[in-house]
T-cell receptor, first 116, second 111 residues
Framework: GAGVSQSPSNKVTEKGKDVELRCDPI?????LYWYRQSLGQGLEFLIY????????KSGLPSDRFSAERTGGSVSTLTIQRTQQEDSAVYLC??????????????FGPGTRLTVL | GQNIDQPTEMTATEGAIVQINCTYQ??????LFWYQQHAGEAPTFLSY????GLEEKGRFSSFLSRSKGYSYLLLKELQMKDSASYLC????????????FGAGTTVTVRA
């Protein structure tokens, strides 16, 4: 079956522009997550969706970052007025549900964002 | 928050054994995950420990000591394809959905 997919795989943008990153989770997975991976650092949690709701947005670095999920499926992470420090790989993951003892998350290949 | 430490890099020879340690400090510990990530690819799940002890899965084993806040991932009979980053992550009871990751350990396997 299909895994988690993300698009685009690479995005180069100029400072100040807005970008949208897309995530298609595994069909039937109710939980969806966004993480950011900067060079030499661990994956950093950004936001968690259960269905279309985001109970935890605590990891979003600033109000320039927002995310939505529609139809309990596709999610979009939007970064407004991009800055150079936003350059990173943005990873999306999904899991069957929340609260299972072993909440295995399946990751997509990521979007590499470069802000010039 | 969680404080998760693992070595930055390790090098080993093909056919050998490597042990990657991970220490964590957290309240309400709810489980520890190991993921493998090849360069430019998605992290993939390797193992999950919530109780003390050793979990073995083929060439890979993972150990957990909750009292010590310590885990290790053991890779046996190393193969060149095992060259990758290995990520340790923990969850807590209050945030059982959220993986908090260490910075990862890059393992290089040499012939």
């Amino acid at each position: 079956g299909a895994g988690v997919s993300q698009s685009p795989s690479n995005k180069v943008t100029e400072k100040g522009k807005d970008v949208e990153l897309r995530c298609d989770p595994i069909s039937g997975h109710t939980a969806l997550y966004w993480y950011r991976q900067s060079l030499g650092q661990g994956l950093e949690f950004l936001i968690y969706f259960q269905g279309n709701s985001a109970p935890d947005k605590s990891g979003l670095p600033s109000d320039r970052f927002s995310a939505e999920r529609t139809g309990g499926s596709v999610s979009t992470l939007t970064i407004q007025r991009t800055q150079q420090e936003d350059s990173a790989v943005y990873l999306c993951a999904s899991s069957l549900t929340r609260g299972a003892l072993r909440n295995e998350q399946f990751f997509g290949p990521g979007t590499r964002l470069t802000v010039l | 928050g969680q404080n998760i430490d693992q070595p930055t890099e390790m090098t080993a020879t093909e056919g050998a054994i490597v042990q990657i340690n991970c220490t964590y400090q957290t309240s309400g510990f709810n489980g520890l995950f190991w993921y493998q990530q090849h360069a430019g690819e998605a992290p993939t799940f390797l193992s999950y420990n919530v109780l003390d002890g050793l979990e073995e899965k083929g060439r890979f084993s993972s150990f957990l000591s909750r009292s010590k806040g310590y885990s290790y991932l053991l890779l046996k009979e190393l193969q060149m394809k095992d060259s990758a980053s290995y990520l340790c992550a923990v969850t807590t009871r209050s945030n059982d959905y959220k993986l908090s990751f260490g910075a990862g350990t890059t393992v290089t396997v040499r012939a």
